[in-house]
Antibody, heavy 121, light 110 residues
């Protein structure tokens, strides 16, 4: 059974950095596109970033472009999100998610448990 | 990176049928179809359907999806108390190469 276990998160001051990790198990990690999605308190889902199987193609939401970096280590079956220059509006629960094999149409079929990131002074 | 449009709330009686809608454009729903997610309070989202009406293993046949043009729909038959949740539609958007979500519909089972 596929599983995504997240770590990282917490309270951080505006302008500081934080890194989230997402450890995958139960499937061939290197065969899947991976995504980060966030959810501000009481709000809906917002796509943050995505990364191709081998790390060669990455995309970002306009709201985080230039500040966040998505990466992966296929040898360690782990996805990362490096978040720099954090702002109050980045406060949210962050989820990693696996994209189904039918890229673009297969949906996000497995999700991590979520990590709360709070940006506050 | 505009989002998809969903009604904020829908209320239906127990054992009735609810139909949730989601409107996008030809860069997302109209071209790539839609996937539907269910989220209970305090839990991560769960995929209910993808590619318009394929269901992951373990998802009840009471959940069925369809698409007509730029609008996708999720129909839930025989509503149960556990169906009370937030439902999000999602779609791949060709214009920016990422996922776009609807604002979510809160389904109340009366």
């Amino acid at each position: 059974q596929a599983q995504l276990v997240q770590s990282g998160g917490g309270v951080v001051q505006p302008g500081r950095s934080l890194r989230l990790s997402c450890a995958a198990s139960g499937f061939t990690f290197s065969s899947y596109v991976m995504q980060w999605v966030r959810q501000a308190p009481g709000k809906g889902l917002e796509w943050v970033a995505g990364l191709w199987y081998d790390g060669t193609n990455e995309n970002y939401a306009d709201s985080v472009k230039g500040r966040f970096t998505i990466s992966r280590d296929n040898s360690q079956n782990t996805l990362y999100l490096q978040m720099n220059s954090l702002r109050a509006e980045d406060t949210a629960v962050y989820y990693c998610a696996r994209e189904g094999l039918a890229v673009g149409t297969g949906g996000l079929d497995y999700w991590g448990q979520g990590n709360l990131v709070t940006v506050s002074s | 990176q505009a989002g998809l449009t969903q009604p904020p709330s829908v209320s239906k009686a127990l054992r009735q049928t609810a139909t949730l809608t989601c409107t996008g454009n030809n860069n997302n729903v109209g071209n790539q179809g839609a996937a539907w997610l269910q989220q209970h309070q305090g839990h991560p989202p769960k995929l209910l359907s993808y590619r318009n009406n394929d269901r992951p293993s373990g998802i009840s046949e009471r959940f069925s999806a369809s698409r007509s043009g730029d609008t996708a729909s999720l129909t839930i038959t025989g509503l149960q108390p556990e169906d009370e949740a937030d439902y999000y539609c999602s779609s791949w958007d060709n214009s920016f190469g990422g996922w776009v979500f609807g604002g979510g519909t809160k389904l109340t089972v009366l």
